[in-house]
């Protein structure tokens, strides 16, 4: 049987849980628009493949933090590290997805803006960083919340 299923759901009902339910799914949808930004082609982010790395780490100390928390409580020492994790993980990808976006939005704001391919990775490159943006705000803003373990 997977700790998963032995978590009851009334553990999950307290505000914190919600917003990092909410946060695990944006990083998610984050990651997808990361995927087709990268994916057109003369528009690929560089080092994409450690932006990526960053990215699925502060997702998985997300999820990780999502399922043991309710088990140790907030204060928990691994639990705020997990935290930490998630949200340098996030910052570090967006990052490295902006660089190469503000790159391509100089030229499409100026010179080049008759280019939709470049308007296509750029609006998915948009779309990616402020989905991480909000998943990383939202990250924030539970670590100030309090659960006791039960």
């Keep these: 049987m997977s700790i998963i299923s032995e978590i009851k759901i009334e553990k999950y009902k307290n505000m914190a849980s919600i917003i990092n339910c909410v946060a695990v799914v944006l990083g998610i949808v984050g990651l997808i628009f990361a995927f ?8 690929g982010i560089a080092n994409f493949g450690l932006a990526l790395l960053a990215l699925i780490l502060g997702l998985l100390a997300s999820i990780a933090t999502l ?32 660089i190469p976006t503000i790159e391509s939005a100089s030229a499409l704001f100026t010179w080049d803006n008759e280019n939709t391919v470049g308007w296509s990775a750029f609006t998915s490159a948009v779309v990616s960083v402020v989905c991480f943006i909000v998943a990383d705000i939202a990250l924030i803003v539970t670590s100030f919340f309090k659960e006791d373990a039960e």
């Design 36 to 43: 087709i930004s990268n994916a057109v082609p003369g528009y």
């Design 67 to 98: 399922i043991f928390e309710p088990i140790l409580g907030s204060q928990n020492l691994i639990l705020s590290l997990c935290k930490l994790i998630a949200v340098a993980g996030l910052i570090i990808g967006v990052a490295i997805i902006l």
